[in-house]
């Protein structure tokens, strides 16, 4: 049932608010709402990724309600866009990220805000019991959910809140929302940048580039584990590869080397360490550089290689600990990074996904690796929206079914 | 001094001119031979491998001659088995009856950690090693990185040669020579079945190309077409070092025999997190079964999960963690150069059956039977018997 009656849906759409399109003559503008009317789902409208680590929820907050809508349109619908709209956390651990709020948007005819939200998918439960408590089901919106959380909590989602999922590839997902946030972000910081200088911390600089002509692309998701994908056209991509050596990686060993208990914690101490003390390198063994092959002495020859010495292991701290960790698993997904961009014959790499949320560490680490050893011939890139591209993804998939 | 004053009536078959002929050639190569001892040395990031060859054609005239420091140094490595309170001689890897040069004399295998260098240095000063005057042949990055110390504790000049020319050299030599009759190659046999995975020998012959992937500290990966033609295709720093940093910083444990005796116990999946945790079954899709991991160590950011695993369980998924990583760089690497045997040398191996046998599950399977892991029975030595045949390089009669 929608939230508002069709007849006043007319007498609204030729209110005045103007269809996606441009300007039009009223007739026509209503002939065309209403056909994007009718196949456009009521809401509210959601798009979800649920992954290994992280739920990540994109929430379309229409502004172009008029009154009469407002008056027609259900409680649990009102109160639901109130408590998401008015709160940047939710419960102990879901989190806004205002500063990533898309607004102006118009999608599907609706002028709107575009907000990202974000929990541990351990909460999961939690959440199930909200949108039962607050009877999502009886709003008949379709749920369009992506990342193998999809599968894992479909029946849950049907027990516990009686809600059918859409459940839609993460990797179809995440290329989707990669290509349509990067063509509508059109105010503030482009989407999509580098950095220029990365290994000189004084001139080291965010620019802005743009993404146009993006094929061939490199795409590398690193969520709890790496997907790496080879991005043709729109709708020709493969997965070339991945690595389980992600970003649960680097939380989970950082919690067991060092105490900490989150992500924020362990970049904290990682930005504080120093990954030399731990990590053995080519100097460490060689005196200085391994000429015959081109590596610099200052290169790391074996991760962690000195915390074999008891007392190398008393003299470091945990935040060195936090670092090598952090460096070991950044080198060595940019290591296979560069192997897939070189044997894919593909310049650009685009690396999303949370392991890189306020980690400008690791961004940093990814475009001087890429850079160096490729000899200028690799550039990394980076975009704003980081993790939220699959749970954009499922959104498109609500409002344009491909 | 001490060269071989060797009967050559036993060749005295055939005319007085065959006879010169021998016996020229038998004096040239005598005095392209270098003075024993003779050593190779391999002095990596974490060991230094040794290897020397005992002569057992010593004739009565040579032994008298022989000065006593030789005579010293060769009971002592001889008649041991250990060598202070870290050096092993791995009694059997022992190549028994080679002939090298000219020389019939068997190949010891000896190693011990190159943090103990410099009293290994202070010995050879103390055995007067420098007086023989012999070439110390010497491949790894220590052999850079200690040559002074050799130069001014031990009046000792390095010769140094790279290690990766040493590592295929010696590789290749020693599966020619085979291992006392027997194979110095083989693989697993149905790497993925515990009860029927069986240890199967197989020669190198026709070995090109090959990729050889030699796990020491860290991971050196070559695409080798002949004996003189290979790249060094890339590397990881994920590697031997890795697995022995990690686990002692995990479980307390001190050495490597240590950590892989915890890991035999553990079990990884209580530590890592698989497809089957994130999406409740396979992600079938890309094809990938439920039971891979999604994550490695992806279960340790809760609380509860870290509270109720084991030491042994982190060692095991330190292991598996660094073998697949390894095994994935590995393929792709394969892949890309288009290369089906790849070959899998060095010290992370050793005593090491458990790695040996995911990264023989891991070629097979995700490369759908197209790529074939193959071992070696002396992993870690070849680098050093590489650098024993620099010193033995003699020069061919026309």
Not at chain 1, 63 to 85: C, G, M, P
Not at chain 2, 315 to 327: D, E, K, M, S
Request: net charge negative; hydrophobic share 35%.
């Amino acid at each position: 049932m929608y939230g508002r009656s069709e007849p006043d849906g007319e007498a609204a759409a030729a209110g005045g608010r103007a269809p996606s399109d441009g300007r039009t003559s009223n007739s026509t503008a209503r002939r065309r709402s209403d056909s994007v009317k009718k196949t456009r789902p009521p809401f509210p409208w959601f798009g979800m990724d649920i992954g290994g680590t992280l739920v990540k929820l994109v929430y379309f907050e229409p502004k172009d309600i008029t009154a009469e809508e407002e008056q027609e349109e259900v409680e649990n619908l009102k109160s639901i866009r109130r408590y998401l709209t008015s709160n940047t956390a939710y419960g102990t651990t879901g989190i806004r990220d205002v500063h990533l709020e898309l607004q102006d948007l118009t999608l599907c005819g609706r002028t709107g805000t575009l907000h990202f939200i974000r929990f541990p998918t351990h909460d999961l439960p939690a959440f199930l019991q909200m949108g039962r408590s607050k009877h999502f089901s009886s709003l008949h919106t379709t749920l369009c959910a992506t990342g193998g959380g999809a599968y894992k909590f479909e029946s849950d989602f049907r027990t516990m809140a009686d809600l059918q999922l859409h459940k839609l590839d993460e990797l179809d997902c995440l290329i989707r929302g990669v290509l349509y946030i990067d063509s509508v972000v059109s105010r503030g910081p482009s989407e999509c940048y580098y950095f220029e200088n990365p290994t000189d911390p004084d001139r080291c600089v965010q620019r802005p580039y743009t993404l146009e002509n993006p094929y061939p692309l490199l795409l590398v998701n690193i969520g709890s584990g790496v997907s790496i994908l080879a991005v043709y056209s729109e709708n020709n991509y493969k997965r070339v590869t991945g690595t389980s050596l992600g970003g649960g990686t680097f939380l989970g060993l950082c919690c067991l080397l060092t105490g900490c208990s989150t992500f924020e914690e362990a970049l904290e101490m990682a930005s504080q360490g120093e990954s030399t003390r731990v990590d053995k390198l080519v100097r460490d063994i060689y005196g200085g550089d391994y000429e015959r092959f081109g590596l610099p002495g200052w290169a790391v020859a074996s991760s962690f290689g000195n915390m074999m010495s008891k007392e190398k292991r008393e003299s470091v701290s945990k935040a060195d600990l936090a670092r090598a960790t952090l460096v070991t698993i950044t080198n060595n997904i940019g290591s296979i990074t560069r192997m897939c961009a070189l044997n894919e014959n593909i310049e650009r790499v685009v690396f999303v996904g949370n392991f890189l949320r306020v980690n400008t560490l690791s961004m940093k680490l990814l475009a001087y690796a890429m850079d160096y050893w490729s000899k200028g011939q690799l550039k990394a890139l980076f975009l704003q929206h980081e993790g939220y591209f699959g749970a954009v993804g499922a959104l498109l998939e609500l409002l344009h079914p491909s | 001094m001490h060269y071989l004053h060797r009967g050559d009536d036993a060749e005295c078959n055939g005319s007085p001119a065959k006879r010169c002929r021998l016996r020229r050639r038998t004096e040239s190569v005598r005095r392209s031979r270098p003075p024993f001892p003779w050593f190779g040395m391999d002095i990596g990031g974490t060991l230094v491998k040794l290897v020397y060859f005992e002569p057992v054609d010593i004739t009565a005239e040579e032994e008298q001659e022989e000065v006593e420091n030789l005579k010293s140094i060769r009971r002592y490595l001889t008649s041991n088995v250990a060598y202070g309170k870290t050096g092993v001689r791995d009694v059997h890897l022992e190549l028994r009856n080679l002939t090298m040069c000219g020389r019939t004399g068997n190949l010891h295998f000896i190693r011990f950690p190159t943090q103990a260098m410099p009293r290994f240095i202070q010995m050879g000063r103390d055995k007067n090693f420098s007086s023989l005057h012999t070439t110390l042949c010497a491949t790894g990055g220590g052999a850079y990185k200690f040559e002074n110390d050799f130069r001014s504790m031990a009046d000792l000049e390095l010769l140094k040669l790279d290690e990766l020319d040493c590592l295929i050299r010696g590789l290749l030599y020693v599966d020619r020579v085979s291992f006392n009759g027997h194979p110095e190659c083989y693989y697993f046999q149905n790497p993925a079945d515990t009860e029927s995975c069986v240890k199967k020998p197989c020669t190198l012959e026709d070995p090109f190309p090959m990729l050889l992937v030699n796990i020491g500290s860290g991971v050196s990966i070559l695409a080798v077409y002949s004996e003189n033609d290979y790249k060094r295709v890339t590397g990881t720093s994920l590697g031997g070092g890795t697995f022995l940093g990690l686990c002692c910083l995990l479980t307390g444990c001190e050495t490597f025999e240590e950590a892989l005796e915890m890991a035999s116990k553990g079990d990884s999946t209580n530590v890592d997190k698989l497809v089957k945790d994130i999406y409740g079954g396979d992600y079938e899709r890309f094809g990938l079964q439920g039971s891979a991991v999604a994550s490695s160590f992806g279960h340790m950011m809760s609380q509860d999960k870290r509270d109720s695993i084991s030491k042994e369980d982190l060692a095991r998924a330190t292991l598996v963690t660094i073998t697949n990583n390894i095994g994935s760089i590995a393929r792709m690497c394969a892949v890309n150069e288009k290369i089906e045997r790849v070959v899998f040398v060095g010290n992370f191996l050793r005593i090491n059956t458990v790695s040996m046998k995911l990264l023989a599950y891991a070629m097979d399977f995700w490369s759908k039977g197209q790529l074939r892991a193959l071992f070696l029975e002396h992993e870690g030595y070849f680098g050093a018997v590489g650098a024993l045949m620099e010193l033995l390089k003699t020069t061919e009669d026309p």
